[in-house]
């Protein structure tokens, strides 16, 4: 359940644990040992993270214990009423839609969902949406802008399912209508890539007035192995996929693709959901307290002005 990397950490953190359990139930003796290695922990994850390749990060990414949509929902957000089915033909699970309340305040919620165990990955398709979860997204973005509710998305998937049922119903027409519904809503709109940003499949939800992105996050037109099976005609190479790819948040952030990057504890989500939760909580206040005093005009305006700013070109 941890990369091949992470191995001393993990050791060094289940003597943190067990140190913990003894202190909980009353042993002082452990305090001064336990925060030495509280210490210890901080300072080889800052180094280990910090230092890491883009093929690393994107490995981080996919890692089997980080947040999830769900998980930020449950830790961010009160009272959420989940909305199921698109009305058309069937409910897909691999997108969460629906309506709760942030900070006293009723917004909109769209997310990818993974899931965990073998079982709930399988009943949510690993996260990789039908056009079935586009258009339930769809309908709920239309819902928030009818009730003026702030949208929030949160992006996490390899991409949209490629299948031939997927196909024959409309994928890409699914998408498209996505991304144009969202670009053209006139309430405040931002997104969150949290793990994986893949293809349309990330960007069908990352229309926003602002997108943030995770430390570890990626965001990408193709995966690094899809890119490397292209250009190279090898799996081996999808380290210099990566690296080519600008695909990390940093690279993002530089090109102008996202407008801000929001740190990690421990330089790694998956060591504390309830932080992570919290930081993630912080820069969406932020973000929604400069966007929801905007005029609707406004708001489409400069979201439209946003996206036509990015990407470059030289003539020759």
């Known amino acids: 359940?941890?990369?091949?990397?992470?191995?001393?950490?993990?050791?060094?953190?289940?003597?943190?644990?067990?140190?913990?359990a003894l202190y909980s139930m009353g042993n002082r003796?452990?305090?001064?040992?336990l925060r030495e290695l509280q210490r210890e922990f901080r300072q080889r994850a800052r180094k280990l993270y910090g230092d890491l390749s883009p093929w690393d990060r994107v490995q981080l990414a996919r890692h089997p214990?980080?947040?999830?949509?769900?998980?930020?929902?449950?830790?961010?957000?009160?009272?959420?009423?989940?909305?199921?089915?698109?009305?058309?033909?069937?409910?897909?699970?691999?997108?969460?839609?629906?309506?709760?309340?942030?900070?006293g305040k009723p917004v909109a919620v769209i997310g990818h969902e993974k899931g965990r165990g073998t079982q709930e990955k399988i009943e949510r398709n690993f996260g990789m949406p039908h056009p079935e979860g586009y258009r339930k997204a769809i309908r709920v973005m239309k819902l928030a802008e009818r009730f003026r509710m702030p949208l929030v998305t949160f992006i996490d998937t390899p991409g949209a399912y490629p299948g031939i049922g997927a196909e024959e119903r409309g994928q890409s027409e699914a998408i498209a209508e996505s991304m144009f519904t969202m670009g053209r809503l006139k309430v405040p709109t931002v997104a969150l890539v949290i793990g994986e940003g893949g293809s349309g499949g990330a960007l069908a939800l990352g229309v926003a007035d602002r997108v943030c992105i995770m430390e570890n996050a990626y965001y990408s037109v193709i995966s690094p192995e899809g890119c490397a099976a292209i250009l190279w005609k090898e799996q081996e190479k999808v380290r210099e996929a990566s690296k080519a790819l600008r695909l990390t948040a940093r690279d993002l952030f530089e090109l102008g693709v996202v407008d801000c990057i929001i740190p990690e504890p421990f330089r790694a989500a998956h060591w504390d959901h309830r932080?992570?939760?919290?930081?993630?909580?912080?820069y969406l206040k932020r973000c929604l307290s400069e966007l929801c005093p905007k005029d609707p005009d406004q708001l489409l305006r400069e979201r439209l002005q946003k996206f036509e700013r990015i990407g470059a070109y030289v003539e020759g």
């Not at 359940?1 to 913990?20: C, G, H, P, Q, S």
């Not at 909305?83 to 699970?93: E, I, P, T």
């Not at 932080?275 to 909580?281: E, F, K, L, M, S």
């Open 1 to 20: 359940m941890f990369l091949d990397f992470e191995k001393k950490l993990v050791e060094l953190k289940e003597k943190i644990d067990n140190l913990r």
């Open 29 to 33: 003796e452990v305090e001064k040992e």
């Open 65 to 103: 214990k980080r947040p999830h949509t769900s998980d930020y929902i449950r830790l961010i957000f009160r009272d959420f009423v989940e909305l199921h089915g698109d009305r058309r033909f069937a409910d897909d699970k691999a997108v969460i839609a629906g309506f709760a309340y942030f900070r």
């Open 275 to 282: 932080r992570t939760a919290r930081i993630v909580a912080y």
